[in-house]
């Protein structure tokens, strides 16, 4: 089954200021687009071709003479969920059913803002900081490298990208700057809570 690259559900400019074209130009058509295209090449003809990447993901798991198929896996499925977190005048608090979620799992926004932005600033070398539901309840986990929360059993609803190639053209090697505008910013609270409502 190939995978596709999806387009950008943006303009390549709509970010700005906070994530140049430049970025954008590179972590999608570069960065993304070869992990799609190794995934594509490493599954052609094998007895996972016929299954979807997040079944790939969960298959190949902890098994490390796959390693390689699981990471380009998980890296192309974690991209294109990326890509879906953010968008143009995003970021502040959400509303609705998930603010009240996020107020009774967290105690409150300001809460959860605090676990999200430590567990993305704390992930040593490259990874993600993810929101997630897990077995009903609200939790902010980080993984490393390409590693996801399907594998492990638990529902994405939000991610951060912090590999460099994510936010070195534009913040250097600020991260926490980076951090800080992608909540106050970008992130697209409505992909956010229809991923919640989906998981219900």
């Known amino acids: 089954m190939t995978y596709e690259l999806p387009p950008l559900p943006f303009d390549y400019t709509a970010l700005e200021p906070h994530v140049s074209k430049s970025t954008l130009e ?35 798991y902890n098994d490390s003479s796959k390693s390689g198929l699981f990471n380009n896996a998980a890296q192309a499925w974690n991209h294109t969920f990326y890509w879906n977190c953010i968008k143009p005048s995003g970021g502040g608090k ?26 993305a600033s704390t992930q040593f070398g490259s990874g993600w900081a993810w929101l997630v539901l897990d077995k009903g309840t609200l939790k902010v986990t980080k993984t490393s490298n390409a590693e996801n ?17 994510a936010y070195y053209l534009d913040y250097q090697n ?16 409505d992909f956010v809570a229809e991923q919640m409502k989906k998981a219900a």
């Open 26 to 60: 590179f972590h999608h058509d570069k960065h993304h687009a070869k992990y799609v295209s190794n995934y594509n090449d490493m599954v052609k003809g094998t007895d996972m071709e016929s299954k979807s990447i997040e079944e790939v993901i969960k298959a190949t």
């Open 94 to 119: 959400p509303s609705g059913a998930l603010a009240d979620k996020i107020a009774a799992d967290f105690g409150s926004f300001d809460k959860f803002k605090e676990e999200f932005t430590t567990a």
């Open 174 to 189: 600020k991260r926490p700057d980076y951090i800080e505008t992608f909540i106050s910013s970008l992130i697209n609270w």
């Open 149 to 165: 929360p399907i594998a492990m059993g638990m529902t994405p609803l939000l991610t951060i990208d912090v590999w460099e190639h």
